[in-house]
């Protein structure tokens, strides 16, 4: 294990939705401050800072996990995905994304991003999930918004489509 | 075919959807800028004996540190609604009153190194004895939070209304209930920001903040900066992460960051984290509550005395005690009760001051109401829908005026109540209670009846003052709504609105409104709802509030549309050589009604008043309209207090089913019906929105989420793990009915429709819980631990 020096700013090389990318960061410094303030990814967003929320999931190596709670230091190496590549190309959205906008799943789409890439992961693990086991894994994201009631039913028709397709 | 109406896909989410949302902490900041954080009370109520800030202004990265001696050297204090000897200010001055009060601010070169300094700052406090519950703060012999006052009690005002005293005393029952609502707010996900930038050559203040108005804040923050409105120039980005009422509160901090900001001689930034929000960013008000109904051996109510203690906090700010009078109006709910009486009074706790929160006010003045209903039907033995259908304000009787001075603009109660009975399948809830209770089970109904106010009359606030006060301060009424519409020398169409949506789609439905005015598609729209004050038309009802887009917003932008297209009508006609009243918009083209080829292009049309002003007559030069609309009906207070505080009442009739675990407590919701009459529907998939999530918040508000603090004032809620908030897994799918009833007062026919839930929701499960455990009093929230302790004896 690399011991880290807390006071130098280490250079941090990772690969972020599918390119290569590069930073410098103290060891405290929170990945969701290196992926929003270092890199511009201001898709993830910050609610809580303590990994209630879910607003900050993005996935690290193909698996959910809460940016908020992870040091920037930790990903060194690793695959991130976060929501700037959800979309297939830019104009044209995902079926998750265009199953969110037909089913108004967002209001003020603060928390969106985390849905999307917990959902994201989740439905190519579960690919006909019912709804009480869809209810239960998005259990680990706060809307405000919303009431998750277009959220549930923009999940369960996306992932309708995604099977059929 | 018009594009009002239908739930159209919304212009907002491909952006928000990609992460290319601009919300304020994703806009980048200028070069220079510096980052704030602020070290907060750790006591409830001390005096400030010394602050000690040498070693954090010489930390690293630091460049300045503010407290109490900077503020009030460059600032000025926060006015209030209320002419009281106290002075509210953005940072604690010589005590310290609510846990998590701002004692200091940092400024330095990153926000880790800001946090760093925090704890190099040494305060020395003196504890002082404080005041948690509200009714400790009637109590002469508590402690005083702020000496000018001698008292906690900042208001106390009687009205009446009627003839209460004769109803009272000729009425068969006297039936009460006493009800303390809890404080608990709608935390957005997104938590507060500003950046602050002060010119000194200009003595201007240049401040982007996810403030969501009213704009009636923007001259108090004026004053506390010492400047005239037109030197504080505030913006908001074009995205917000969601407000419910919350980022009114961001206000005091947009004051205190100017000040830094200036001190600093930099541009100075600062995000609130989720601890400090939940600490002391704002909450909505609890309040006691002693409500008296005069009843008729039918049921019938004669007559309400109402006796309400509003607790605001360590701090009246503005616009509190608005929320004390937002219902004044509408005391009566929605039904026909012409005596009133009404004791008011608002006091000072050591808990973080209050303001704007979803359903504002109406939470708890419907949670009193409702349950006296319930009770009233329990007591006589009477059939509590019965109840409520007996006292309804009848058909036919609108616009009807209440006792207090409210006009209810539109609607048809009985018929509504009646159409979710049928609709929402009251029969079949009532079989399957008999059947959960015939096999042993708590299983209880509840109903609801509600008025939803919107639209707030600028003016509600002043009934807080006595009428001589009132002539002295000159009147106060109205709402004024804005929107501008502009032609591009393209013949493009541009709308800007004041409405600061917070997630709410406010861009999409302006766009239908715009299309359908025109002839043209939504998509050939553009909305912008980024504010800034120095450019953009606004006035003091500016903002996101009181549920105003549909009725008001849109109102005004409807007037906006009809007025640019009225001069283009004209010189339509001129080019067509028909009657002005015979052209007509549709599918992008402009044409004589009886002869559709003689026609021009919109855009050509539209460009005309650019490109050849000489072509077009006087006067009907068609580049940039700007339309402010305030409704007549919102009048200032009268002699007599009476005060329609809202332009436009929607009704709601709830009722559900619900269990209660005969071991654990939990509550289980069966089945929720939400009866909404919000007048025309503009687009029904954002009406289903709002009426999800604010019952979603409801729900929240009713079982699980409550500030809670100890009797030291220590505040024991201070994360998302303490204060609970529904998730999908909580919250149930609710059956949404409507009946439509447009507003004779409104362009569009519309009423508001985000708040109603709030106030209706949490006392229709608590009456269904009171039913199934078969109690006389309950407060919320409804939380497995206080239900365990109510469950009947007996029960397994």
């Not at chain 2, 902490?25 to 907060?40: N, W």
């Not at chain 2, 009975?421 to 096999?439: I, P």
């Not at chain 2, 504010?531 to 509030?545: K, V």
């Amino acid at each position: 294990m690399s011991r880290l020096n807390a006071d130098a700013r280490h250079r941090i090389r990772l690969e972020v939705n599918g390119r290569a990318v590069e930073g410098e960061a103290e060891p405290r410094m929170l990945l969701t401050d290196f992926l929003r303030h270092t890199l511009g990814l201001t898709g993830t967003h910050v609610g809580c800072e303590h990994g209630v929320c879910g607003a900050c999931t993005i996935q690290i190596d193909g698996a959910p996990a809460r940016a908020c709670l992870t040091l920037a230091v930790q990903v060194d190496g690793a695959k991130l995905h976060t929501v700037e590549g959800l979309a297939p190309e830019p104009g044209r959205l995902s079926v998750l994304q265009e199953a969110f906008r037909r089913h108004h799943a967002l209001q003020c789409g603060f928390c969106t991003a985390g849905i999307l890439m917990s959902l994201d992961w989740y439905l190519r693990q579960t690919p006909d999930p019912g709804e009480v086991e869809l209810r239960e894994f998005l259990g680990g994201h706060l809307c405000r918004c919303t009431g998750y009631v277009p959220i549930v039913a923009a999940a369960l028709d996306a992932a309708k489509r995604l099977r059929d397709a | 075919m018009s594009w009002v109406g239908q739930s159209i896909e919304r212009v907002e989410d491909a952006a928000l959807l990609t992460g290319r949302g601009r919300y304020i902490d994703d806009l980048g900041t200028p070069p220079g800028t510096l980052h704030a954080a602020i070290l907060r009370s750790p006591h409830a109520h001390a005096m400030i004996r010394d602050i000690r800030t040498d070693a954090a202004r010489a930390a690293k990265g630091v460049t300045a540190v503010i407290t109490a001696a900077e503020v009030t050297r460059l600032g000025g204090p926060l006015l209030a609604g209320i002419r009281a000897p106290i002075q509210c200010w953005p940072i604690a001055v010589e005590r310290v009153r609510y846990v998590g009060e701002p004692v200091a601010v940092v400024v330095a070169a990153d926000r880790y190194l800001a946090e760093d300094a925090l704890d190099l700052i040494e305060v020395d406090y003196e504890p002082l004895a404080c005041v948690v519950h509200p009714r400790d703060a009637l109590d002469p012999t508590s402690a005083v939070l702020h000496a000018g006052l001698k008292s906690n009690i900042a208001s106390d005002r009687s009205f009446r209304y009627g003839d209460p005293e004769k109803a009272f005393a000729e009425a068969a029952h006297r039936i009460a209930v006493a009800v303390h609502y809890p404080r608990n707010s709608c935390t957005p996900i997104e938590t507060y920001g500003v950046v602050a930038d002060y010119d000194p050559w200009e003595d201007a203040y240049d401040i982007l903040a996810n403030f969501q108005g009213p704009f009636s804040i923007h001259p108090v923050i004026a004053r506390a900066l010492k400047v005239p409105g037109n030197r504080l120039r505030l913006r908001t980005p074009p995205d917000s992460g969601g407000s419910f009422g919350v980022k009114q509160g961001v206000f005091p901090y947009i004051a205190l960051m100017g000040i830094a900001a200036r001190v600093a001689g930099r541009p100075v930034k600062w995000i609130e984290d989720r601890l400090e929000h939940l600490a002391a960013s704002v909450s909505a008000t609890n309040r006691m509550i002693s409500l008296e109904a005069a009843v008729a051996a039918d049921g019938r109510v004669t007559a309400l005395a109402w006796d309400q203690v509003e607790d605001v906090g360590a701090h009246i700010r503005a616009p509190e005690p608005a929320t004390l009078y937002r219902m004044h109006g509408n005391l009566t709910g929605a039904y026909d009760i012409r005596n009133v009486s009404v004791r008011n009074r608002v006091v000072l706790t050591n808990k973080t001051p209050t303001g704007l929160n979803r359903g504002f006010g109406g939470p708890q003045v419907y949670y009193a109401l409702e349950r006296l209903m319930q009770r009233i039907a329990i007591e006589l033995r009477l059939d509590p829908l019965d109840v409520i259908r007996r006292n309804l304000v009848p058909s036919g009787a609108f616009p009807y005026k209440t006792a207090t001075g409210g006009l209810l603009d539109s609607g048809d109660y009985p018929a509504a109540v009646a159409a979710a009975v049928e609709d929402g399948g009251l029969a079949a809830l009532k079989v399957r209670q008999t059947s959960a209770r015939a096999e042993g089970r708590l299983y209880g109904i509840g109903y609801t009846a509600v008025v939803e106010p919107s639209v707030s009359n600028m003016g509600y606030i002043t009934t807080v003052l006595t009428p001589e006060e009132r002539r002295k301060a000159g009147p106060k009424n109205g709402a004024q709504a804005t929107a501008t519409i502009a032609l591009d020398p393209a013949g493009a169409v541009s709308v800007h609105i004041a409405s600061v949506p917070q997630g709410q789609g406010h861009r999409t439905v302006v766009a239908q409104i715009v299309a359908d005015a025109l002839g043209l598609a939504p998509k050939d729209i553009r909305v912008v709802t980024e504010m800034d004050t120095a450019r953009d038309a606004w006035s003091i009802a500016s903002g996101n509030y009181s549920s105003r887009f549909a009725p008001a917003v849109c109102g005004a932008v409807q007037l906006a549309a009809e007025r640019i297209k009225a001069k283009l009508s004209r010189a339509a006609a001129a080019q067509l050589n028909v009657p002005a009243g015979e052209i007509e918009f549709a599918g992008g083209r402009v044409h004589a009604r009886h002869n559709p080829d003689n026609a021009l292009p919109f855009g050509r049309l539209a460009a005309a008043s650019h490109w050849a002003p000489g072509t077009v007559a006087d006067g009907d030069h068609a580049l940039r309209e700007t339309v402010f609309w305030t409704p007549p009906q919102l009048a200032a207070p009268g002699e007599d207090d009476d005060i329609n505080s809202s332009l436009c009442h929607g009704f709601i009739f709830d009722f559900c089913g619900v269990e209660v675990d005969c071991v654990t407590g939990e509550l289980r919701i069966d089945k929720y019906v939400t009866m909404h009459d919000c007048g025309r529907v503009l687009h029904p998939g954002m009406v289903a929105g709002q009426v999800t999530g604010g019952f979603a918040h409801a729900l929240g508000a009713a079982v699980y989420e409550e500030f809670v603090y100890g009797d030291d004032g220590s505040f024991r809620t201070g994360t998302f793990a303490d204060y609970l908030l529904p998730t999908t897994m909580e919250v149930p799918t609710p059956v949404i009915l409507h009946y439509e009833s447009p507003s004779p007062f409104t362009p569009l026919g519309a009423k508001g429709v985000g708040e109603g839930n709030c106030m209706s929701t949490p006392v229709c499960l608590a009456n269904a819980v009171a039913d199934a455990l078969g109690i006389a009093e309950i407060d919320l929230p409804l939380s497995p631990a206080k239900l365990a302790a109510l469950l009947p004896r007996g029960a397994p």
